[in-house]
């Protein structure tokens, strides 16, 4: 069989493993959207079956053989080279860990998810310790099973690098952890700042009504051109985006005491599903039909949910959208509005955090999970170093679990590892958006008219249409020109802060 013959049944065979794990992607959406309570245990099973058919597809060896095979082949050209590699970078992962455990995670994670949203409702951890004490035992499992080789032997790889190899490939603890602690003193100095300030923005008025909100929602889903002919936006718990190409699907939330909630939130999703959205269609199903890492995802929803949807610009041409909306709501301008919608306040919830409070929240999700996953603290340690490390970075007491430990997803689907690339992601959106202001010069013009064209063109060019050619590093460098660095995100923020406030 030629060479050609043998890498277009390669693509066959991923293209399969690929419409699996989409399948995988209905089911927990409509989990977290649609399924009624009783479904859970269920749910829970299907999953872990999907998960263990995946895992023999991968590892079967008419796959793995030819993936093997084509690793080492010498008429491959770039780009079959680079889906070569992606595809044996998965298959590694996957040949390490054994099926069985691969299937009971995808199975408890789906049950926890569950438990989870019930104990929030209930703000107790004691009801959801149980749920994360097996998830974590199993992630600790799957993590010393990555980074073991074939015999054995443990490499130098943490447990925790091993998990968040996963969500920024080839990105470790020791390059991260200096990058993002080294964004504290500044990010805590314009925080302090700030607080003494005798410049206070005022709160919106309510109530706001559900409907209104999720209206005014859709217009601005409209304006920043997400298709819904290939999209979907619901309510859930917690925002999430999930699916990809035509079939992205997004949640958002609503509080009728904040509009503001709501709005960002489906901003943030927005962005994610725009990325998408716009992966080549012609590598759809295929190892570069899919994005680069979430680091770079997150800077897309972050982008757009700050820079573009958070600016002076922006707000002139929201303010009176959100008027016909609501009619008067405390934002008679839109300098009001910009004031509004950037009001930095310290508070418990991550998701609701302005700018200059987001990036202290994931440091210490990052440093909590880091020493779970490490084995230095236990779950039933877990509400407690939560709740003192918060007052240690904020200040305040955490009333309650649902503001404390139970706040966030994650760690009850087994995200371990995902939360920092929350923070890198507003480094790398930062870095963006300067190159994007280079490029379009008449950028602020047209956000004022409620145009999103020119930023959505720039974003396919620089960042969607490249799908996973280049990795993220290597990404960052070709659209911005410049090494990854914090300094563009603190920077701006130090501008648009000390302005707003009068530092």
């Given at each position: 069989?030629?060479?050609?013959?043998?890498y277009?049944?390669?693509?066959?065979?991923?293209?399969?493993?690929?419409?699996?794990?989409?399948?995988?992607?209905?089911?927990?959406?409509?989990q977290?959207?649609?399924?009624?309570?009783?479904?859970?245990?269920?749910?829970?099973?299907?999953?872990?079956?999907?998960?263990?058919?995946?895992?023999?597809?991968?590892t079967?060896?008419?796959?793995?053989?030819?993936?093997d095979?084509?690793?080492?082949?010498?008429?491959?050209?770039?780009?079959?080279?680079?889906?070569v590699?992606?595809a044996?970078?998965?298959?590694?992962?996957?040949?390490?860990?054994?099926?069985?455990?691969?299937?009971?995670?995808?199975?408890?994670?789906?049950?926890?998810?569950?438990?989870?949203?019930?104990a929030?409702?209930?703000a107790?951890?004691?009801?959801?310790?149980?749920?994360?004490?097996?998830?974590?035992?199993?992630?600790?499992?799957?993590?010393?099973?990555?980074?073991?080789?074939?015999?054995?032997?443990?490499?130098?790889?943490?447990?925790?690098?091993?998990?968040l190899?996963?969500?920024?490939?080839?990105?470790?603890?020791a390059?991260?952890?200096?990058?993002?602690?080294?964004?504290?003193?500044?990010?805590?100095k314009?925080?302090?700042?700030?607080?003494?300030?005798?410049?206070?923005?005022?709160?919106?008025?309510?109530p706001?009504?559900t409907?209104?909100?999720?209206?005014?929602?859709?217009?601005?889903?409209?304006t920043?051109?997400?298709d819904?002919?290939?999209g979907?936006?619901?309510?859930?718990?917690?925002?999430?985006?999930?699916?990809?190409?035509?079939?992205?699907r997004?949640?958002?939330?609503?509080?009728?005491?904040?509009?503001?909630?709501?709005?960002y939130?489906?901003?943030?999703?927005?962005?994610?599903?725009?990325?998408e959205?716009?992966?080549p269609?012609?590598?759809?199903?295929?190892?570069?039909?899919?994005?680069?890492?979430?680091?770079?995802?997150?800077?897309?929803?972050?982008?757009?949910?700050?820079?573009?949807?958070?600016?002076?610009?922006?707000?002139?041409w929201?303010?009176?959208q959100?008027?016909?909306?609501?009619?008067?709501?405390?934002?008679?301008?839109?300098?009001?509005?910009?004031?509004?919608?950037n009001?930095?306040?310290?508070?418990?919830?991550?998701?609701?955090?302005?700018?200059?409070?987001?990036?202290?929240?994931?440091?210490?999700?990052?440093?909590?999970?880091?020493?779970?996953?490490?084995?230095?603290?236990?779950?039933?340690?877990?509400?407690?170093?939560w709740?003192?490390?918060?007052?240690?970075?904020?200040?305040?007491?955490?009333?309650?679990?649902?503001?404390?430990?139970?706040?966030?997803?994650h760690?009850?689907?087994?995200?371990?590892?995902?939360?920092?690339?929350?923070a890198?992601?507003?480094?790398?959106?930062?870095?963006?958006?300067?190159?994007?202001?280079?490029?379009?010069?008449?950028?602020h013009?047209?956000?004022?008219?409620?145009?999103?064209?020119?930023?959505?063109a720039?974003?396919?060019?620089?960042?969607?249409?490249?799908?996973?050619?280049?990795?993220?590093?290597d990404?960052?460098?070709?659209?911005?020109?410049?090494?990854?660095?914090?300094?563009?995100?603190?920077?701006?923020?130090?501008?648009k802060?000390?302005?707003?406030?009068?530092?």
């Amino acid at each position: 069989m030629t060479f050609q013959n043998r890498y277009a049944d390669f693509l066959s065979r991923y293209q399969r493993l690929s419409a699996l794990r989409q399948v995988g992607g209905i089911l927990s959406w409509d989990q977290e959207t649609m399924m009624p309570p009783k479904g859970a245990t269920a749910r829970a099973v299907q999953m872990g079956s999907l998960e263990h058919v995946l895992h023999g597809l991968e590892t079967d060896p008419a796959y793995s053989d030819l993936v093997d095979d084509l690793a080492n082949h010498d008429e491959a050209d770039a780009q079959q080279k680079r889906s070569v590699a992606l595809a044996k970078r998965s298959l590694d992962r996957t040949r390490k860990v054994p099926a069985d455990l691969a299937a009971e995670l995808a199975k408890q994670t789906a049950l926890g998810q569950g438990v989870w949203a019930q104990a929030r409702a209930a703000a107790s951890f004691a009801d959801f310790a149980p749920a994360l004490e097996i998830i974590v035992k199993l992630k600790r499992e799957e993590a010393d099973a990555i980074r073991s080789g074939r015999d054995g032997d443990v490499a130098p790889l943490s447990r925790y690098d091993a998990l968040l190899n996963d969500f920024e490939p080839g990105m470790t603890s020791a390059v991260l952890g200096p990058l993002l602690e080294g964004m504290r003193p500044r990010l805590s100095k314009l925080r302090a700042k700030i607080a003494d300030s005798c410049i206070k923005a005022k709160e919106l008025v309510g109530p706001f009504d559900t409907q209104k909100q999720m209206t005014l929602s859709r217009r601005v889903a409209d304006t920043l051109h997400y298709d819904f002919n290939a999209g979907r936006l619901d309510l859930s718990v917690h925002p999430f985006s999930s699916g990809t190409g035509g079939d992205a699907r997004i949640t958002t939330r609503v509080d009728e005491a904040d509009p503001m909630g709501c709005l960002y939130s489906t901003i943030h999703e927005i962005g994610h599903a725009l990325y998408e959205q716009g992966l080549p269609e012609n590598w759809s199903m295929q190892p570069l039909g899919h994005h680069v890492s979430m680091g770079v995802h997150e800077s897309q929803s972050r982008l757009w949910e700050n820079q573009i949807g958070r600016s002076q610009a922006f707000c002139r041409w929201l303010q009176p959208q959100a008027e016909i909306s609501f009619g008067s709501f405390g934002a008679p301008t839109a300098e009001a509005l910009y004031a509004a919608v950037n009001r930095v306040e310290t508070g418990f919830i991550r998701t609701e955090a302005d700018e200059v409070h987001y990036n202290l929240h994931v440091l210490l999700r990052f440093e909590l999970e880091q020493k779970l996953i490490e084995g230095e603290i236990d779950v039933a340690d877990l509400e407690a170093e939560w709740n003192a490390t918060f007052e240690r970075d904020f200040g305040l007491a955490v009333p309650d679990a649902a503001k404390g430990v139970l706040q966030d997803v994650h760690w009850s689907c087994g995200l371990f590892g995902y939360f920092p690339t929350y923070a890198l992601g507003n480094i790398y959106a930062a870095q963006l958006f300067a190159a994007l202001k280079r490029d379009v010069p008449e950028l602020h013009a047209q956000l004022a008219d409620g145009d999103c064209t020119a930023v959505l063109a720039w974003l396919r060019s620089a960042v969607h249409q490249k799908g996973r050619l280049l990795e993220a590093t290597d990404l960052m460098q070709e659209a911005c020109g410049a090494a990854v660095s914090s300094a563009p995100l603190l920077d701006s923020l130090e501008d648009k802060f000390g302005a707003l406030y009068d530092l």
